[in-house]
């Protein structure tokens, strides 16, 4: 049936056509609509007529490649859409084959098949992951990954960087709130997605992929606002609640949780990994040297007694192997980056028991191993000279340490209140 465009103003839509192939399969074509006529582009997929939704012109959800189908239509129904404004073919009354024609010419296709190929996201987005595997940032590398996974599960695989505009981030951020899997994302994390493709669109700039003409961040157009995470670090009280507990009242893995926390707390807040790669041989008469792994900087600490007590406990009970927590141990570690991910597997394994221990103890607060670091920050208050604070931190910048420091100030706005309400 013939499409009537009484407005004269040309329109592209998704369709399935009924003429079927050998398969019995019906393609999928999209539409153009100009001056009382139509004509055709077919793409390369073909469909059920059931796992077509007629209303919506799209592909049904249950349909396995529903999302990348619906993305590379959606796509290449907005390229269309632009030729034809971008050459005001509406202002010229041109018919449905001319503006399809024009649209396939093959010497225009040949340069805009080579513009869309060094134009893609995902390819050079995959390169940037094969750069931080090979350097050993293995953290971003982890990161990246998921996020590329998620944002091509929105965008499809076809995306390019022409594509990614105002509309498109807005759209992105609003799916991110809450995807078709009904997964809700924080503010914070899907500022994080944002970032990372500013910082893929930067690169490609710097690369001369792309150039600044349609770029889609800054003034007026998309700003990304960082909101900072709530803190909650223990109390005094939970610390002790932790102290308290013997191996006869827990189990053996959250008793070994609670050590590696506690140690953790103990020594300003050390990060995770610094921690479980601990060796043995690293303590020397009380004290700690080490190489911070964030940041590569070299450190002295002398160990506090209660630290100094923990340590003795795992060197005496746990002889064999060379870390002073077992958890690495025991198992052959085939490169960096199977070590990155075995860190990450214990910490998901120690956090869950901490978990498991904090309610058994009746400590409300959500608790895991960086809550360490938070909460020594919160006791430390103004008892230490923010110089200080940057070492034990281990910050290259003091401006960090203030920072960090700044989120942790509760008794002294308590005190303020109280001078004024008191």
């Known amino acids: 049936m013939l499409y009537l465009n009484l407005t004269g103003m040309a329109s592209v839509r998704a369709i399935l056509r009924d003429k079927t192939n050998k398969e019995g399969l019906h393609p999928v074509a999209l539409r153009i609509v100009a001056q009382r006529s139509s004509a055709y582009i077919f793409t390369d997929f073909y469909l059920k007529k059931d796992q077509w939704n007629t209303k919506e012109r799209e592909v049904k959800k249950s349909h396995a490649n529903s999302k990348r189908i619906n993305a590379y239509l959606l796509h290449k129904r907005r390229e269309i859409e632009s030729f034809i404004i971008d050459h005001k073919l509406d202002e010229k009354k041109?018919?449905?084959?001319?503006?399809?024609?024009?649209?396939?010419?093959?010497?225009?296709?040949?340069?805009?098949?080579?513009?869309?190929?060094?134009?893609?996201?995902?390819?050079?987005a995959e390169e940037r992951l094969k750069e931080l595997k090979r350097i050993g940032k293995f953290?971003?590398?982890?990161?990246?990954?998921?996020?590329?996974?998620?944002?091509?599960?929105?965008?499809?695989?076809?995306?390019?960087?022409?594509?990614?505009?105002?509309?498109?981030?807005?759209?992105?951020?609003?799916w991110l709130r809450r995807d078709g899997n009904g997964k809700t994302r924080s503010k914070r994390t899907i500022a994080d997605y944002l970032i990372t493709i500013k910082s893929l669109y930067n690169r490609a700039i710097d690369h001369k992929i792309i150039t600044k003409d349609n770029y889609p961040f800054g003034r007026g157009k998309v700003r990304i606002k960082l909101t900072q995470s709530l803190k909650m670090p223990l109390s005094k009280e939970d610390?002790?609640?932790l102290e308290e507990v013997t191996p006869e009242t827990t189990s053996d893995g959250r008793w070994h949780a609670r050590c590696i926390f506690l140690f953790s707390y103990y020594n300003a807040g050390m990060r995770f990994r610094d921690v479980i790669c601990l060796k043995k041989n690293a303590i020397i008469d009380g004290a700690l040297p080490y190489r911070m792994s964030k940041n590569d900087k070299t450190h002295y600490l002398e160990l506090h007694e209660k630290a100094l007590e923990i340590a003795e406990y795992y060197k005496t009970n746990f002889r064999e192997g060379d870390h002073l927590f077992p958890h690495m141990d025991g198992r052959v570690i085939e490169d960096d980056f199977d070590k990155e991910r075995r860190i990450k597997s214990i910490n998901r394994t120690i956090n869950n028991r901490l978990t498991g221990l904090a309610k058994s103890l009746g400590i409300e607060k959500k608790i895991s191993m960086h809550v360490a670091r938070h909460t020594f920050a919160n006791h430390s208050g103004n008892k230490i000279p923010i110089q200080l604070l940057q070492v034990l931190y281990r910050h290259s910048s003091i401006n960090t340490t203030i920072d960090?420091?700044?989120?942790?100030?509760?008794?002294?706005?308590?005190?303020?209140?109280?001078?004024?309400?008191?």
């Open 94 to 124: 041109t018919k449905a084959k001319t503006i399809k024609d024009l649209f396939l010419d093959k010497k225009d296709l040949e340069a805009k098949e080579d513009t869309i190929q060094s134009n893609k996201f995902f390819p050079f």
């Open 139 to 174: 953290n971003h590398y982890g990161t990246l990954r998921s996020q590329l996974r998620i944002i091509k599960e929105y965008a499809g695989d076809g995306l390019l960087f022409s594509d990614i505009d105002k509309v498109f981030l807005d759209n992105l951020s609003a």
């Open 239 to 241: 610390i002790k609640k």
């Open 404 to 422: 960090y420091q700044r989120q942790f100030i509760q008794e002294e706005l308590k005190h303020a209140l109280n001078k004024v309400l008191d």
